[in-house]
């Protein structure tokens, strides 16, 4: 360097000139500028994020007025026993609130240890949690993510926030955390630590379609959470982070770590000691997984459950005033307690013995098929087997069938009819929609009805494998012909009800025609002469029961049957063979066991109901249906009357074979034209059963007497240890002896003198109903066999016989009228009854 004096000088006189000088000052005056622009930035900055954030927070919502608790739990359904049956549940709502006491504390401190482990002590956030998180992101090149979020702030985002998921920019991210944490602390200032983490503990998703601590103790352990292990209550402690990733039965190796992990961390907060741990570690949870894994089976309910449903939804828009939507939402997910009136145990007796192939006579396959078909014109259809039905009742017979064999047979006729088709109209199929269920036929249904309480006892809708919820259901959502069964609602109970009719009344069972001019005929083709409205009813006669509705009314006839309850008749069903069965609809099976249960009911209707009461999630009753809907149908001597007649059904009527020993029964068997639908209606002082079979498709039934073994099979099990309690005679019954072909009192030594038999026999009548008058339907002569003449009083004794005689009737009938021997004549003898006395008829001098 050079510090000569003058070098020193130059420098001097450049630092000191008047251009530098200048541009010092400026740049100072530059840099300051700069700085109180930063500042000023700086604050104004600040105040900008601070309105912001105000801004956030203003638009924040008032904790005050939020439910931070869970919404959406599956509802339960119990049955008469108080025992659960079923569960009700819609996505997102498989949850079942337990409160903080029953849930054990290692549980709770399990997940504090793995998600918040400063939970008891922070006051809504931890600020800790976000210092270490933050630092972290930092340190790792904004790569590595840890979670500072705390429980209360889980609990806001699940309950609150629940769009997260939708989230699309960081914007919208830092809205809502701020906004979080803002109500975390909130929340902490009115509620305590155990309120939020019960509801938190009742929110989280914990896989596998389980809402919350209880859900997945069930599912995943089979047990209440209140009887689970440490090691148990890691292994669900540890699947909340990532439900998919940690699933125990998915992926056990990865729910494994995550369960030492937690195990790890409550030892480190002292939750748990060292043995505690090593204990929990040895423990091999995940094979108990895996084994009540396989036990686990997808619930299709039962008939009962879908039509208890049914009624459930009903009764909430009608009763609570529902709309359809709200009221399917609230039983799927509002967490309801159904209690039912199922007896578990009949439903299962029921259950085997519709489901047995053993209990039918042979087998048919039924096809339920559906798929898309697009047309020479590209026009895509939808077609089912309903097309196949058609396509060849019109090309092969009126009398096709969509009954099959078995399977094999129905796959061959499903190909068959693609090959024809598209012979026929091109296009093609496509095989990738196709669906078929193979349906075992004949079907059967069945109902069962505690007639005193009108409770529904046990239903089942078809034979064969339930496939699905709310599946179709024979016994309640389809309606059948209900053939003679009708005769003893419709005709036999209000003759005897309202027309002053008895069970000894009688009608002539001859050739007769129904108003379209065509013959009616009996079930046997035969005539039975005059018969009583007892042999009517057991030997099911069809000519009686529809002249005795005759006299009654189509009319009146009608109006019972509507007062029994059924709600599908129509005014066109008001004629003249309604006895017979023969409506525009058709009835259900629920409806005609009611009907039938209101007999045994001594004449009182009351309403099936499937369920007493339902409460609400929080335990407080929604709909209390415990209080029967009931009205007198039928008088009480009524009811006894018909059930005395309908229990010779039973032994010397049509029905013997649905009969079992030890117990009263009474019942009524009905089928329809060509065997298209069997039916037996009977009832014991215990319950009412109605059993159905036919097609699916109305097709003939070769055989019809497997709905009697049914109705035999289910209900001597359902009584197999109860006593035989009868059925009461009523006040207001006498009995008294009758002639059967007048249905009035006998002529002793006539009517017991019939050349068939006796025709006297006593029968029961309601106090003011007994006949009066004497029979006019036999006539007893004493026959003079010289002259063949009615005798007269001077006739010998000895030559005189006692003839009985049917006056009346149609000669074609069975009943005669008898034949006088040969020789007759209807008129007093000749030879004797001028006083002569000589045997001779020839003698001239007598």
Same mark, same amino acid.
């Given at each position: ?91 997102? #709502?498989?949850? *079942?609130? @337990?409160?903080? !006491?029953?849930?054990?504390?290692? =549980? ?5 240890? %793995?998600? &918040? ?51 699309? #920019?960081?914007? *919208?991210? @830092?809205?809502? !955390?701020?906004?979080?944490?803002? =109500? ?5 200032? %009115?509620? &305590? ?654």
């Amino acid at each position: 360097m050079n510090y000569n004096k003058k070098n020193a000088t130059k420098k001097r006189k450049r630092v000191m000139s008047k251009g530098v000088k200048l541009s010092h000052r400026f740049s100072l005056i530059l840099g300051r500028a700069v700085l109180v622009a930063v500042f000023v930035a700086a604050i104004i900055g600040c105040c900008v994020a601070f309105g912001i954030y105000k801004g956030i927070l203003a638009s924040a919502p008032d904790i005050r007025t939020l439910d931070v608790s869970p919404s959406g739990y599956l509802s339960t359904v119990y049955d008469c026993n108080g025992e659960e049956i079923d569960t009700l549940v819609a996505a997102g #709502s498989n949850r *079942q609130y @337990i409160g903080i !006491k029953d849930i054990p504390k290692r =549980l709770q401190l399990a997940f504090v240890a %793995i998600e &918040d482990t400063r939970f008891y002590e922070h006051k809504g956030i931890d600020l800790k949690g976000i210092v270490r998180a933050g630092v972290t992101f930092i340190a790792s090149g904004f790569k590595s993510q840890q979670g500072a979020s705390t429980i209360t702030q889980q609990l806001l985002k699940n309950n609150v926030f629940t769009s997260w998921t939708e989230e699309k #920019s960081i914007l *919208q991210k @830092i809205k809502r !955390k701020i906004q979080e944490q803002y =109500l975390a602390v909130q929340l902490e200032k %009115i509620v &305590d630590k155990d309120w939020i983490l019960e509801n938190y503990l009742n929110t989280i998703n914990l896989g596998q379609n389980t809402l919350g601590v209880q859900a997945a103790s069930l599912r995943y352990f089979n047990k209440d959470v209140s009887e689970l292990t440490l090691s148990e209550c890691a292994v669900i402690a540890g699947i909340t982070k990532n439900p998919s990733a940690y699933n125990p039965i998915r992926h056990p190796e990865a729910n494994k770590k995550r369960m030492e992990k937690v195990l790890r961390d409550m030892l480190s907060a002292g939750f748990i000691t060292e043995k505690e741990y090593q204990e929990a570690l040895k423990d091999d949870v995940y094979a108990r997984i895996q084994q009540i894994d396989e036990t686990v089976t997808t619930s299709n309910s039962s008939y009962f459950v879908d039509e208890l449903i049914e009624q459930v939804i009903t009764d909430l828009m009608t009763i609570k005033g529902y709309s359809e939507a709200q009221a399917y939402k609230l039983v799927y997910s509002g967490g309801l307690k159904i209690y039912s009136t199922q007896d578990t145990a009949m439903q299962q007796i029921m259950e085997a013995a519709l489901t047995d192939p053993e209990n039918y006579p042979g087998e048919k396959t039924y096809i339920n098929w559906h798929i898309r078909y697009t047309d020479a014109e590209g026009n895509v259809k939808a077609l089912s087997e309903q097309t196949i039905l058609a396509y060849y009742k019109e090309r092969k017979s009126k009398n096709y069938s969509l009954d099959y064999d078995d399977q094999e047979a129905a796959d061959a006729a499903i190909a068959g009819f693609k090959e024809d088709y598209i012979a026929e109209f091109g296009g093609e199929f496509d095989d990738s929609s196709e669906s078929v269920l193979y349906i075992p036929e004949p079907q059967a249904s069945m109902t069962i009805i505690d007639h005193t309480t009108g409770e529904v006892k046990a239903i089942v809708g078809g034979r064969g494998e339930k496939t699905g919820r709310m599946t179709l259901n024979r016994a309640s959502n389809t309606y059948r012909q209900p053939g003679s069964t009708f005769k003893v609602l419709s005709a036999y109970a209000p003759a005897l009800d309202a027309l002053g009719k008895t069970l000894a009344s009688v009608q002539d069972d001859a050739p007769y025609k129904k108003t379209d001019g065509t013959d009616l005929k009996n079930y046997d083709k035969k005539f039975r002469g005059f018969t009583t409205f007892r042999e009517g009813i057991y030997d099911s006669i069809n000519i009686v029961a529809v002249k005795t509705l005759e006299e009654v009314s189509a009319q009146v006839g009608y109006d019972y049957l509507l007062n029994f309850g059924f709600t599908s008749l129509s005014t066109q069903d008001i004629v003249q063979v309604l006895c017979l069965g023969g409506i525009t609809k058709g009835v259900s099976n629920l409806e005609l066991c009611a009907a039938y249960a209101s007999i045994a009911n001594h004449g009182t209707y009351i309403k099936p109901r499937f369920y007493t009461r339902i409460l609400d999630n929080n335990g407080n009753v929604l709909i209390d249906n415990s209080a029967t809907q009931e009205h007198r149908v039928l008088k009480e001597t009524t009811a006894w009357l018909l059930t005395n007649a309908m229990q010779d059904v039973m032994t010397i009527g049509t029905s013997p074979r649905a009969r079992f020993d030890g117990m009263s029964i009474a019942g009524k068997s009905g089928t329809t034209s060509n065997n298209r639908d069997a039916l037996f209606a009977g009832f014991t002082p215990y319950y009412t059963c109605v059993s159905w079979g036919g097609y699916d498709d109305n097709s003939v039934m070769k055989s019809t007497g497997y709905v009697k073994d049914l109705w035999r099979i289910v209900m001597s099990q359902i009584h197999k240890d109860l006593p035989d309690l009868g059925f009461p005679m009523p006040e207001g019954i006498t009995k008294v002896a009758i002639c059967t072909k007048s249905g009035l009192l006998p002529i002793e030594g006539v009517c017991d003198c019939d050349p068939r038999g006796s025709c006297v026999r006593e029968e029961y009548f309601e106090i003011g109903t007994v006949p009066t008058e004497y029979c006019n339907h036999h006539i007893g002569l004493k026959i003079c066999t010289m002259s063949g003449c009615v005798a007269s009083a001077n006739c010998p004794e000895y030559m005189c016989i006692q003839k009985v005689f049917i006056i009346g009737g149609d000669p074609m009938s069975a009943d005669g009228p008898y034949l006088a021997p040969e020789g007759f004549e209807d008129e007093v003898c000749p030879i004797h009854r001028d006083g002569n006395t000589n045997d001779n008829p020839d003698d001239p001098n007598p």
